[in-house]
């Protein structure tokens, strides 16, 4: 059975890659397969849904990310494409296009185009 899971998630995550990759992030919304890319990729320190609590006290979530001041789809997707900006905890790698995917994704939990 923890095989069978482990090809599902991995089966979202290309799915997930290849969606965005197809469509860009000129519009977006919620999916599934964002949603499974932000926990297989972050989950583990953040909070990725709201309402929620990261199960690393010292990671801010998603939401409360996106709510900080200043903060853009286009900053935070920088943010995400320049891998030596991360904490030391935070060690691994995105494409261009998968920062973006995130990025777009989080914004979506009350970031800028939220704000009135």
């Known amino acids: 059975m923890g095989s069978r899971v482990s090809f599902v998630t991995i ?3 290309l799915l997930a890659a290849c969606q965005h990759a197809a469509t860009g992030n000129a519009t977006h919304s919620r999916t599934i ?5 932000a ?3 972050c989950g583990g320190c953040h909070a990725v849904e709201t309402p929620g609590i990261s199960p690393n006290p010292a990671s ?3 939401a409360e990310i996106a709510h900080r001041h200043g903060t853009t789809q286009r900053t935070l997707a920088a943010f995400l494409r320049d891998a030596h900006n991360y904490p030391e905890a935070m060690d691994f790698d995105l494409t261009p296009q998968q920062a973006d ?3 777009s994704y989080m914004m979506t939990l009350g970031g800028a185009s939220q704000r009135p």
């Open 101 to 103: 995917a995130l990025a």
């Open 60 to 62: 801010p979530t998603f």
């Open 11 to 13: 089966g979202a995550l």
């Open 39 to 41: 926990q297989a990729s």
């Open 33 to 37: 397969e964002d949603i499974a890319f």
